[in-house]
Every structure is written in structure tokens, then in C-alpha cells.
């Protein structure tokens, strides 16, 4: 399946379809280093919104227990426990 094919419809519906032709067009263009660069400071905006999330629903969790709250949700529970065990202790909190 070619890349054209997975756009089958516009990516949003507040775009036209010249601005959206245009953004993919800049996409494209972009070298390897460009896209990996934007993907990390993506991967990291998408952690420090996780990290907020996790301090609203446990004010008083230490940046461990932040930490491995948001491996919970990054790696699934299972992963996580076997990863770093004293996830365990989490289900007791």
C-alpha cells in the first residue's frame, strides 16, 4: 500500500485541502534527523502531559512513584511490574 493510500480523506476537518497538501508536502520533505527530532519533542510533550495527569491524581507522589506510575501507563502494568518490581507497591497506595 502506497503512503497516498493510507490519506484517504483529509487529516482534519478545520484544514483546507491546499494548507493540508502543503503540510505533508513539508513533511515529505523533511530529512531523516528532521522527523526524528520532531517525533522525540512529540514523545516528550506526550510524557510531560502524562506526568501532569499523574500529579493531579496523586498530589503527593514522589518523582518515583511518578515515575513508575508513568511507566504503568506507557509500558501496560504487567511490563512495568517486571521491569521495575516495585510497581507492586503502587496497588497497595
Not at 1 to 8: E, Q, R
Not at 13 to 42: C, F, H, N, Y
Amino acid at each position: 500500500m502506497s503512503p497516498d493510500a493510507l490519506l484517504a480523506g483529509p487529516l482534519g476537518a478545520d484544514t483546507d485541502a491546499e494548507s493540508e497538501r502543503l503540510q505533508i508536502a513539508r513533511w515529505r520533505a523533511l530529512s531523516p534527523a528532521e522527523k526524528l527530532q520532531i517525533v522525540g519533542e512529540l514523545n516528550a510533550a506526550v510524557d510531560t502531559m502524562a506526568l501532569a495527569g499523574i500529579r493531579l491524581r496523586h498530589p503527593g507522589a514522589s518523582p518515583r512513584e511518578q515515575f513508575l506510575r508513568l511507566a504503568c501507563l506507557k509500558l501496560g502494568r504487567d511490563l512495568a511490574r517486571q521491569a521495575y518490581p516495585e510497581v507492586e507497591q503502587l496497588d497497595a497506595r
